[in-house]
Antibody, heavy 115, light 110 residues
Framework: QVHLVQSGAEVKKSGASVKVSCKAS????????IQWVRQAPGQGLEWMGW????????KYAQTFRGRVTMTRDTSISTAYMELNRLTSDDTAVYYC????????WGQGTLVTVSS | QSVLTQPPSVSTAPGQKVTISCSGS????????VSWYQHLPGTAPKLLIY???KRPSGIPDRFSGSKSGTSATLGITGLQTGDEADYYC???????????FGGGTKLTVL
């Protein structure tokens, strides 16, 4: 069956970067996009962008453009999301999800940014 | 402030039914398919409805989706305490070139 397994929780200082991985199994990795969504404490879901796992094409949400980089390694069926210049507002649970629609989700990665 | 508008909370008794609305615009709900997600604290969101009204395998027919114009609705019948969760609508927005979500609706089954 389909699984998306994300890397573990991270604690970062303001100004640092974080890279979250999302390893897919149970399906052909390059047949589906991977999208990234985050949820800050007490907030709703916020879309960050997607990556075409076949071509590598990307689409970022305007909010994150210039700070986020999404990549993938097809040899190990893994997608990555790197967010730079972290602030406390970036403290959130980050999810990867297969799309579309967002039918399978990773378990989430808590990123805590402290000053 | 979310592009899609949902009521912050709804509550009802076990066994009853509830509807959750999602109001958008001509650049999102009006022209694209809507999905609905159930999110329990500490877990990954789960897809309940896609393409406005389709259920993935394993989702019981107690859950239903509909759409009219620029609004969509999630319906849940035979409510159970296990249905207590946050529910989100999601859709592509052509003007923003972004996936957008509603602010979420907290369902309480009293």
């Amino acid at each position: 069956q389909v699984h998306l397994v994300q890397s573990g929780a991270e604690v970062k200082k303001s100004g640092a970067s974080v890279k979250v991985s999302c390893k897919a199994s149970g399906y052909t990795f390059t047949a589906y996009y991977i999208q990234w969504v985050r949820q800050a404490p007490g907030q709703g879901l916020e879309w960050m962008g997607w990556i075409n796992t076949d071509s590598g094409d990307i689409k970022y949400a305007q909010t994150f453009r210039g700070r986020v980089t999404m990549t993938r390694d097809t040899s190990i069926s893994t997608a990555y999301m790197e967010l730079n210049r972290l602030t406390s507002d970036d403290t959130a649970v980050y999810y990867c999800a297969r799309s579309s629609p967002l039918d399978y989700w990773g378990q989430g990665t808590l990123v805590t940014v402290s000053s | 402030q979310s592009v899609l508008t949902q009521p912050p909370s709804v509550s009802t008794a076990p066994g009853q039914k509830v509807t959750i609305s999602c109001s958008g615009s001509s650049s999102n709900i009006g022209i694209h398919y809507v999905s609905w997600y159930q999110h329990l604290p500490g877990t990954a969101p789960k897809l309940l409805i896609y393409d406005d009204n389709k259920r993935p395998s394993g989702i019981p027919d107690r859950f239903s989706g509909s759409k009219s114009g620029t609004s969509a609705t999630l319906g849940i019948t035979g409510l159970q305490t296990g249905d207590e969760a946050d529910y989100y609508c999601g859709v592509w927005d052509s003007s923003l070139s972004a996936e957008v979500f509603g602010g979420g609706t907290k369902l309480t089954v009293l």
